[in-house]
């Protein structure tokens, strides 16, 4: 959903990520190391109403027949249970004044251990 005439930006960085804690209590929570990848796009963007269907499947934000990207609506959806069933999170950000950022964030092992 990029013009050609845009941008994407892919940044990677060490973060880290917590199992939420015992009830939420963040004195408690376990941090992990973890491997945060973010695209920044200059495109249509995502409007808030938006954010928590686009990770459905055969859902577009741009779903009219004039549209002018392709597809069939499958593309983050299909990202979204990739990356939790390697125990990771995706989300989608504000890229004012236009665009998005989708931020995916992934357990990073720092040994060749399996785990447990």
């Given at each position: 959903?990029?013009?050609?005439?845009?941008k994407?930006?892919?940044?990677?960085?060490?973060?880290?990520?917590?199992?939420?804690g015992?009830?939420?209590?963040a004195?408690?929570?376990?941090?992990?190391?973890?491997?945060?990848?973010?695209?920044?796009?200059?495109?249509?963007?995502?409007?808030?109403a938006?954010k928590?269907?686009?990770?459905?499947?055969?859902?577009?934000?741009?779903?009219?027949?004039?549209?002018?990207?392709?597809?069939?609506g499958?593309?983050?959806?299909?990202?979204?249970?990739?990356?939790?069933?390697?125990r990771?999170?995706?989300?989608?950000?504000?890229?004012?004044?236009?665009?998005?950022?989708?931020?995916v964030?992934?357990?990073?092992?720092?040994n060749?251990?399996?785990?447990?």
């Amino acid at each position: 959903f990029t013009p050609e005439t845009g941008k994407v930006v892919v940044e990677v960085r060490m973060a880290e990520m917590g199992d939420g804690g015992s009830d939420g209590d963040a004195l408690f929570e376990l941090k992990e190391s973890a491997a945060q990848f973010r695209v920044l796009d200059s495109g249509i963007g995502v409007p808030d109403a938006e954010k928590i269907k686009i990770f459905e499947a055969f859902y577009q934000v741009d779903g009219g027949s004039t549209r002018a990207a392709g597809g069939a609506g499958m593309g983050l959806s299909i990202v979204k249970r990739l990356v939790e069933a390697h125990r990771g999170t995706i989300e989608v950000l504000d890229n004012e004044p236009n665009g998005s950022i989708f931020v995916v964030t992934l357990p990073y092992q720092t040994n060749n251990a399996a785990p447990e």
